[in-house]
C-alpha cells in the first residue's frame, strides 16, 4: 500500500470458507497526501490454520487485486499562467524575463505548485497536448471538430518545417481518424451539420463550413467520404440569400460580429467564404460577387467584422478593400510593452473573443508579409504567447482554432533551424542551467519549482527563441463569480426506504448578463467522493424541447449542455447513488459558464448532509449467486435515450396460453430481491377495441417510476380475427416521469432488474349472437402475488 495511505486496523484476516460461500472483510483506509495511491490485495490459502476447514488436503492457491486511487483536494483548481517568448538575438523579443511568484494565502493546505515549461519552439506545448489543448469540456458536434482541426494546422507545421517524427503523425493520424467518426454522428440528412445534431432544429451554417474546411484537410491522410463533403457544400451554396449574404440557419458562435445583427450577418458571410478558400473548395463566381457585395454593404462594422471581413476580401483578391478595412482596424489596436491585440468589449482585461479577433488580424496581415506587416505580426504573437495555457491551446474553441491557425502559419514564416540556445535561470536558492540545440527543440522542459514565492529570473544567450510559461496552481475554497448568471442547487433524498445511499441534486440556472440570452452554456457538477451518477435520471433529461442538449460523464464529473440561458429560470433534477461509504466526505462542486464566454462563470458548493449511522459489513457469510447481467440501455432511433426499462409482454391470440409479462423493479426504492411490495403499484392497462384508449383504473399507482400500458385487443369476431390477422396483440408502455413527460421506449428482458408476471387473455371460440359487450368482458390479468414459492407468481388478481 502507497505511504500515502493508512490503515486503521491490522492489514490482514484469516477466515474458513466453505464451498460457495463468500466472505466480506472491509478495510478503513485514510488518505495522508494527495496524488496516487495503489492498494494491493493478496489473498491465499493458508494451511497452518489450525481450525477444521474444508477438506485436510489444502492446494495452495493465491490471488491479488491492484487497485489505484486518486486522492484529489477539496476546493477548486485555480491556474494562474505568464508567458512570454524570449528571442537571444532578435531585435522584436526580448532576452531576459523576471517575474513575481505569487500564490494567495487562503488555499487548502499544500496544494500550491509552481512550474517553468520551456520550449525551443512556439508551439512545443501544443504538439506535445495535441490531445488535450483545453481543460473544458469538449463533447458537442463543434468541439469534435475544433479538436481534429490543430492536428490539422500541427501537421502541415511539421511537414513545413520538417520536424514531423513517426510517432508524432501515427498519434495525430489516430485523432483524425477517432474525430472523423465522431463528427458524422452529428449530421443532419440535407448533408448540413449542428452542434448537437439531431437534437438541433436545423444545421449550422457557422459549424458546416468548418466541417468542410477540416475535412477536405483531413482527406489526403485519412479515408474521407467525398459524399458527405460534397452534400454539405451545396447546403452552404443553397443557403445564400438574395442580398450575398448567407443564412445564419441556427449558428452556434454568437459572439461573431457583436449584438449588432447586420455585423454578425457579414462576419458570418466573411467567415464561410475564407474557410471555402482555404479548403480549396471551387467557389462559383456568383458566391463570390454577392458575398462580396454582402460584407462591403457594412454601414458600421465593429472591430470583428471588420477584421474577418478583411482577411475574407484578401482571399477573394479584392485587395484594395482588404487593405482599407485592416488599416483601419491597426488604428483602432491595443499597443504596450511591444505587444498589440484587439479587445472586443472596451475593456484592460482579455477575454476569448479578444483572443479570437487579434488572432484573425494576424492572419490578414500574413496575407502580404511586408515589412510592416511583420512588425505588426511579431507585436500580436507576442500578445498571443502570453495568453497561451499551459497545454498550448486558449480559453475555447474558437479562439484556439484560430489562434492556432495564425501561430503555425506565423511559425512557417519565421521557422529556422539554426537553435543552439543556454538559458540561465535563477529562483529563490535555486539555479540551473538549460541546453537547448536543433536535435531538441520540440522536447519540453518542464521544471518544478521548490520556490512558492520570491523572483524568479530568466535570462537567454546564443540563437532561437523560446516560449517560457510560469505555471502557478492551487486549491482553493473561496470563489469569486461573475454576475453573468444566477445558480442555487439542492439536495434531498429520493426515497425514505434509503436515504442515505441516494440522493437528487437539483439546481436551477438563469442569465444575469446584459444580453437577453447567453452563449451556449456548459454546467460542470463535481460529484462528492463515492457517488456516481444514476444514468436513468440523466437520460431523461434529454428530451425533445428540453433545453439540456446533451450530457457527458468524465471520471467523478457530469457535464450539461443548454443551447442557451435566457432570464427565465431552468431547473431540473438528477439521482446520484452511493457506491462507496466515505467518512468526513467533503463538499462537491458545480460551475456554471459560457462556453464562448468562460470569463462569465459562477460556482457553488454542495454538500451531501447525513444523519445515517453506518456499520461496515465484516465476517457475515453470503451464498454466491450468479453473475448480474451488464447493464443496457433503451434505444431511440438508435440513440440511447434512458436506461433499460423492463417491460416485456409477449401477445398471443392462441386460446388457453399464459403471456408473459415483465416489468420493472421499483430501484428508487432499493427493495430486498423479492419483489413483492413493487408488484401491483405501477402498471396501468387499458383495453380498446376501435384504438380509442380506455383507461381501466387501478388503485395505488404511487409509484414515481409508473407505466402506462395501451393494450389493443383482437376481436372474438372470427372476421375481424381474420382481418387482424397481421396485427396480434401487443402491449407497450411509456414511462411517467415525475413531470408526466411520457417517452416510447423499447423493451428488453435482458436487463437485471426484471421479474415475469404470468397473465391470460383468453379468447374464446366464437359464439353465435356474440356482442361487443362480451367481447369487452374479456380482459387481462395482472398478479399481485408475493414471489415466494415454487414459482415466482401465480396467476391471478386484478381483471379489467
Not at 447586420?262 to 479548403?279: C, K, P
Not at 505555471?471 to 445558480?487: G, H, P, Q, R, V
Amino acid at each position: 500500500m502507497s505511504p500515502n495511505l493508512q490503515l486503521s486496523q491490522n492489514t490482514s484476516a484469516t477466515y474458513c470458507l466453505k464451498q460457495n460461500i463468500t466472505q466480506t472483510h472491509s478495510y478503513h483506509i485514510a488518505a495522508l497526501e494527495t496524488g496516487l495511491a495503489n492498494v494491493t490485495v493478496l489473498v491465499e490459502t493458508e494451511s497452518g490454520y489450525n481450525l477444521p476447514c474444508g477438506s485436510e488436503t489444502i492446494i495452495s492457491k493465491r490471488d491479488a487485486v491492484f487497485k489505484s486511487l486518486m486522492i484529489e483536494p477539496e476546493g477548486y483548481l485555480m491556474t494562474n499562467t505568464k508567458a512570454v517568448l524570449l528571442c537571444a538575438n532578435s531585435e522584436h523579443f526580448d532576452k531576459n524575463i523576471t517575474w513575481n511568484i505569487y500564490i494567495p494565502r487562503d488555499i487548502v493546505s499544500r496544494t500550491e505548485k509552481v512550474s517553468l515549461a520551456i520550449n525551443a519552439d512556439l508551439l512545443g506545448e501544443t504538439i506535445e497536448n495535441l490531445h488535450q489543448l483545453l481543460t473544458i469540456p469538449s463533447g458537442c458536434g463543434e468541439q469534435i471538430i475544433a479538436s481534429m482541426a490543430p492536428n490539422l494546422y500541427i501537421l502541415r507545421y511539421l511537414n513545413v518545417t520538417g520536424g514531423l517524427t513517426a510517432s508524432t503523425k501515427q498519434r495525430i493520424m489516430r485523432n483524425l481518424k477517432i474525430g472523423y467518426q465522431r463528427i458524422l454522428n452529428y449530421a443532419h440528412s440535407d448533408g448540413s451539420f449542428s452542434a448537437f445534431g439531431y437534437y438541433d432544429p436545423s444545421g449550422s451554417m457557422f459549424l458546416t463550413t468548418f466541417v468542410v474546411r477540416v475535412l477536405l484537410a483531413a482527406k489526403p491522410y485519412i479515408y474521407v467520404d467525398q459524399r458527405v463533403i460534397d452534400k454539405a457544400v451545396n447546403w452552404i451554396f443553397y443557403h445564400q440569400l438574395e442580398n450575398g449574404c448567407f443564412d445564419t440557419m441556427h449558428h452556434v458562435f454568437q459572439d461573431m460580429g457583436g449584438t449588432n445583427m447586420e455585423n454578425s450577418t457579414a462576419g458570418l458571410t466573411a467567415y464561410v467564404i475564407f474557410n471555402l478558400f482555404d479548403a480549396n473548395v471551387n467557389v462559383p463566381d456568383a458566391v463570390q460577387t454577392n458575398a462580396k457585395f454582402c460584407i462591403r454593404s457594412q454601414r458600421s462594422p465593429d472591430k470583428y467584422s471588420m477584421i474577418i471581413s478583411s482577411y475574407a476580401l484578401f482571399k477573394v483578391y479584392w485587395l484594395s478593400e482588404a487593405r482599407r478595412l485592416l488599416e483601419q482596424a491597426i488604428s483602432l489596436a491595443n499597443i504596450e510593452n511591444d505587444m498589440m491585440w484587439w479587445s472586443t468589449r472596451g475593456t484592460d482585461e482579455s477575454y476569448a473573443s479578444d483572443i479570437e479577433v487579434t488572432s484573425y488580424a494576424l492572419l490578414a496581415l500574413l496575407e502580404q508579409k511586408t515589412p510592416e506587416n511583420m512588425a505588426y505580426a511579431h507585436s500580436i504573437v507576442q500578445w498571443l504567447a502570453s495568453k497561451m495555457g499551459p497545454t498550448g491551446g486558449f480559453r475555447s474553441t474558437q479562439d484556439t482554432i484560430v489562434a492556432l491557425d495564425a501561430l503555425t502559419k506565423y511559425a512557417e514564416v519565421i521557422h529556422s533551424d539554426d537553435i543552439d540556445l543556454t538559458i540561465n535561470l535563477e529562483a529563490h536558492q535555486e539555479s540551473q542551467i538549460f541546453i537547448l540545440k536543433k536535435n531538441n527543440r520540440l522536447k519540453s522542459k518542464l521544471v518544478q519549482l521548490q520556490s512558492k514565492d520570491g523572483e524568479v529570473k530568466l535570462q537567454l544567450s546564443g540563437v532561437g527563441c523560446v516560449l517560457t510559461q510560469l505555471i502557478m496552481s492551487y486549491f482553493t475554497t473561496n470563489i469569486s463569480d461573475t454576475e453573468a448568471f444566477k445558480l442555487a442547487v439542492e439536495i434531498a433524498p429520493v426515497s425514505n426506504i434509503d436515504a442515505c445511499s441516494i440522493k437528487s441534486i437539483s439546481p436551477c440556472v438563469a442569465y444575469e448578463g446584459p444580453d437577453k440570452m447567453s452563449n451556449m452554456a456548459v454546467m460542470e457538477v463535481a460529484l462528492p467522493s463515492g457517488f456516481q451518477a444514476d444514468r436513468s435520471s440523466l437520460y431523461e433529461l434529454i428530451q425533445p424541447g428540453n433545453n439540456i442538449k446533451m450530457f457527458e460523464e468524465k471520471d467523478e464529473q457530469i457535464n450539461f449542455y443548454f443551447t442557451n440561458l435566457g432570464k427565465n429560470q431552468v431547473c431540473f433534477t438528477f439521482n446520484i447513488n452511493e457506491n462507496v461509504p466515505v467518512e468526513d466526505r467533503k463538499e462537491g462542486l458545480i460551475k456554471l459558464y459560457d462556453y464562448y464566454r468562460p470569463e462569465n462563470s459562477i460556482l457553488q458548493f454542495y454538500k451531501i448532509i447525513s444523519n445515517c449511522s453506518r456499520s461496515f459489513i465484516d465476517g457475515v457469510e453470503e451464498e454466491v449467486g450468479t453473475d448480474v447481467k451488464p447493464e443496457s440501455y433503451v434505444r431511440k432511433n438508435g440513440n440511447v435515450v434512458g436506461d433499460l426499462e423492463c417491460l416485456y409482454v409477449v401477445g398471443n391470440r392462441t386460446q388457453q396460453k399464459t403471456n408473459v409479462l415483465t416489468y420493472e423493479r421499483d430501484i428508487s426504492q432499493n427493495l430486498s430481491q423479492d419483489y413483492e411490495e413493487v408488484t401491483p403499484k405501477c402498471i396501468q392497462v387499458s383495453i380498446d377495441e376501435t384504438r380509442k384508449k380506455r383507461s381501466s383504473g387501478l388503485n395505488n399507482s404511487t409509484s414515481p417510476n409508473c407505466m402506462s400500458v395501451p393494450f389493443y385487443r383482437v376481436s372474438t369476431n372470427p372476421r375481424m380475427n381474420k382481418r387482424n390477422k397481421r396485427n396480434p396483440i401487443w402491449l407497450r408502455y411509456k414511462r411517467n416521469i415525475l413531470n408526466n413527460d411520457f417517452v416510447d421506449l423499447d423493451f428488453d428482458m435482458e436487463a437485471p432488474n426484471c421479474i415475469n408476471i404470468p397473465f391470460y387473455v383468453p379468447f374464446p371460440s366464437p359464439k353465435k349472437n356474440s356482442t361487443n359487450e362480451d367481447s369487452q368482458n374479456q380482459g387481462i390479468g395482472i398478479v399481485r402475488h408475493s414471489t415466494k414459492g415454487p414459482h415466482p407468481l401465480q396467476p391471478g388478481g386484478l381483471y379489467v
